[in-house]
Each structure stands twice: as C-alpha cells, then as structure tokens.
C-alpha cells in the first residue's frame, strides 16, 4: 500500500548527513529509503516554511515562519554620526562625533534602515560634560516619522525617553523602539538627542551611535 511520508520543520537537521546503506550492507533497504525520504521532507518543510508560499509571492521573497509571521533576522548596524538639523548648535568634536554649542540643543539622526526593518534597540556613547541631575541631563529620544503627502503632513511620534546616568562619566545610553512596525515609504525612524541645560558652556559628546534592528533580507516588498 502506498504511504505518505508528510516533513517535519522542527525535525529538519542539515548538519546531519542522510545515511544509506554501502554496498554489500545487510540491511532493511525498504526502512533506510523511508528514512532517507523522511529526512529530505523535513528539510523541504523547513526551507517552505522558512520562504513562506512561494508560488504566491508577487516577484520578491517575504521570510515567514509556520504561523504566518515575519521571520526576521537581527542585524547590528554601526551608524556614521551623520546628522540633521544641527543648526550651529552642534560641531564636530574632530573624532567623528559630534559637540554642543548651546543648551538643550537638539539633533536628530535620521535611521536610513532598509524597507521592512523594524528597529529594535539603539545604544550611544556619550560623554556629558557635567553632572546633572533630573530634566537637567542628556536626553535621548527614539522617534517614529510619519509622512502623509497627500494631506500633506508630517508627524513624529516619542517612542522611549532616555536620559544620561547623572554623572559626566563616559557612558553608554541605551533605548527602545516601543511599538515600532516595518519600515515603509512614508514611516520611518530616527534617534534624537538634547544637551544637558548647560550644553553651551559644559560641553556634551555624541561619540558612537548603534542601532539594531529586524531585517527580512535582501529582497522584500
């Protein structure tokens, strides 16, 4: 009688080799080709499972995992300190980073993520140029831009309020995107800084910027 073999995901080990009997092996053929089947299966319900539906795809790769869900991979990215909407509030320190020149002064990196990535943390070095306490202290902010041309609008929504360790110490901030969705051709992210109430005088440092986040691949919609 036939026998449907059905694959397995969860079982598929490609770091294992599929076994079958050498010449002159006294064995049960009929069990090592059902065994050597069921592993090919479940290889090949790991590799559907993984690209999705890809007889239904519109000309690019979505990744999916068994529920139907992005199946994304995590991708670290050290940014350049490249800025916008500096305004002679802030120079460059003469390292690649970045130094205050008024209190309070903001400026904002825009994320150039790819579309479909979805930011998950970012983490700075900074280096406060005094010790303060309360809303007095470096602020870092995750930022959500939302751009509607056909209104035409643009909106920026605070995804997580940081704010440095109440000492001038060199130190690492770090903050989340909470709640943040896939990057599109009108919502995308960015990471924006104050000095502390003194940044003209006592001058804060932005050294090093990174960013990690979710990444489909290459290739998506």
Same mark, same amino acid.
């Given at each position: ?11 598929? %080990? ?22 050597a089947?069921?592993?090919? @299966? ?23 995992? !068994? ?16 800025a916008?909407?500096v ?12 130094? !205050?020149?008024?209190? !309070? %002064?903001?400026? @904002? ?28 202290r ?23 309020d ?14 989340g995107?909470?709640?943040?969705? %896939? ?6 992210? %960015?990471?924006?800084?104050n000095?502390?109430?003194?940044g ?7 050294? !090093?910027?990174?960013i ?10």
């Amino acid at each position: 009688m036939p026998q449907d073999i059905t694959g397995v995901a969860a079982d598929a %080990a490609f770091a294992s080799p599929i076994e079958m009997p050498a010449n002159g092996d006294a064995v049960d053929i009929a069990q090592y080709w059902q065994d050597a089947i069921q592993q090919l @299966c479940d290889r090949e319900a790991y590799l559907y499972e993984r690209f999705g539906n890809i007889a239904n795809v519109s000309g690019d790769w979505t990744y999916v995992d !068994s529920g139907g869900l992005p199946d994304l991979i995590q991708k670290t990215v050290a940014f350049p300190l490249y800025a916008n909407h500096v305004n002679g509030l802030w120079e460059g320190d003469g390292n690649g980073g970045f130094r !205050s020149l008024a209190n !309070s %002064a903001l400026i @904002c990196f825009d994320l150039r993520l790819p579309k479909g990535a979805i930011p998950e943390n970012v983490r700075a070095i900074i280096d406060p140029g005094v010790a303060r306490s309360g809303t007095n202290r470096m602020r870092m902010r995750t930022v959500k831009k939302t751009v509607d041309y056909a209104t035409p609008n643009v909106t920026f929504a605070t995804l997580q309020d940081n704010r440095d360790d109440t000492t001038n110490a060199k130190q690492v901030i770090n903050g989340g995107f909470v709640g943040a969705t %896939a990057v599109t051709d009108t919502e995308t992210y %960015a990471v924006w800084f104050n000095a502390g109430n003194t940044g003209g005088t006592d001058n804060d440092l932005i050294q !090093s910027l990174e960013i990690r986040f979710y990444d489909p691949g290459a290739r998506n919609d």
